[in-house]
């Protein structure tokens, strides 16, 4: 449950819950086709149903040799699609199904499978669905490398790009049959990740989003430094929630252990000063700035190059202030629209609403840290001029997409002014 600084009154979830929308009444069908990369289905079925996903399994006769239908029932809670001739559906199952999905999803796609898309065969269920269907194709191919490197699919997959089917990778990397090159399907996490990016309506294409993350490290001397303990997680779902909404997004990391969100833009920078050069150099090209990175206020005055060695005595270490980042872009003659973050340890609406009207900008999110910093969940108190909203406790990602939806409405209500 939400922290008590953060509850207004016990209804609060009741009447916060059109904000914490996931990507449900989004549906796909997700055909798997008979290669080893099968097994990865199941992995990616159940991060889509967490996502919120309704998910429709569609399988050939060969997938069946590779993972049972009865693991994916199991994974999505419907009966799974095998045989055309199953007494279901009026024996329309090609029909019926591919009309109430938003996107039919092979993953793995097989080289034969390809050539049957590319030439408009349709000999089984998962075939005959593509070519009967009105929604878009998402394929995610998986193959040996020489299979993918052969002429004849490289121009089934030609044919595929020109035909308006989406293809998802393929990846480069160790395969099943002990070589290593390109072919391999993408991971269930990525690919999940592309998929409810594609699902998500395009409100922010064309508009460039510039953020900060992570922590930023001050160096002492040649091995100490100063730092935090953020994660970075909040940053980089951000970075992810505006990339499903269309933007092009440029995220400006600080030292992190996490995977670089997949279609951004990534500069890796280390201190508070490479970070504000980092942020100088693009914020003239964005149009949305989101200030997450937990940046040092301050830095040693004066660094060693060499280990500073043990004498037995103090240390006293004389400390300047970093350059604030977020007050130079929010002070720029034509910033872009400007959205800060504030983690506090007490008195969270007094000391975020003093830093909303310091910085002075549109809108400001802002936590807890001793609930925040490194953890999976998070919740935030928004502050814009219309005063205060509540995202409740979930995890970031659900949080980051709430809380671009909150800045997608300001920044168009910006533009129409």
Aim: charged share 20%.
């Amino acid at each position: 449950m939400p922290s008590a600084d953060l509850r207004q009154d016990d209804n609060f979830l009741v009447k916060m819950r059109g904000i914490m929308e996931r990507t449900s009444a989004k549906r796909i069908v997700l055909g798997i086709t008979g290669g080893i990369a099968a097994y990865k289905a199941a992995e990616l079925a159940r991060l889509l149903v967490k996502q919120g996903v309704e998910v429709q399994v569609a399988m050939t006769e060969a997938a069946c040799h590779f993972i049972t239908p009865t693991t994916m029932q199991a994974l999505t809670g419907r009966p799974v699609l095998v045989n055309q001739w199953d007494a279901v559906d009026n024996g329309m199952a090609h029909i019926d199904t591919s009309r109430a999905a938003d996107a039919i999803v092979i993953a793995p796609a097989t080289a034969d499978f390809i050539a049957k898309l590319a030439h408009g065969l349709a000999d089984d269920l998962l075939s005959t669905l593509c070519l009967a269907r009105d929604c878009p194709l998402l394929v995610a191919p998986a193959m040996n490398k020489q299979m993918w490197g052969n002429p004849a699919t490289r121009r089934n997959v030609a044919q595929l790009a020109q035909d308006g089917v989406t293809l998802l990778g393929p990846a480069s990397g160790e395969q099943a049959c002990g070589e290593e090159g390109m072919g391999r399907m993408l991971e269930a996490e990525q690919l999940a990740q592309d998929i409810v990016a594609f699902l998500q309506p395009k409100l922010l294409s064309g508009v460039k989003v510039l953020l900060t993350a992570g922590p930023t490290y001050e160096a002492i001397d040649a091995v100490r430094g100063l730092t935090n303990r953020s994660s970075g997680k909040m940053g980089y779902a951000l970075a992810q929630a505006a990339q499903e909404l269309g933007a092009n997004v440029t995220l400006i990391s600080g030292p992190t252990a996490l995977n670089k969100p997949h279609g951004a833009r990534v500069v890796d920078v280390t201190s508070a000063a490479e970070m504000f050069d980092a942020v100088k150099q693009h914020v003239a090209d964005a149009d949305i700035f989101i200030s997450v990175a937990a940046v040092a206020d301050y830095r040693p005055a004066q660094t060693s190059a060499q280990k500073i060695k043990k004498s037995g005595g103090k240390l006293t270490l004389e400390l300047t202030p970093n350059p604030d980042i977020l007050a130079y872009v929010a002070e720029l003659p034509e910033p872009p629209f400007c959205v800060g973050f504030a983690a506090e340890s007490e008195k969270l609406r007094e000391h975020a609403a003093a830093k909303r009207k310091t910085k002075n900008i549109p809108l400001l999110a802002a936590n807890l840290a001793q609930t925040a910093i490194g953890s999976d969940d998070n919740e935030l108190l928004l502050f814009d001029d219309a005063g205060e909203h509540v995202l409740p406790c979930a995890d970031k990602l659900t949080l980051a997409r709430a809380l671009m939806r909150h800045v997608l409405k300001l920044y168009q209500q910006g533009a129409k002014q």
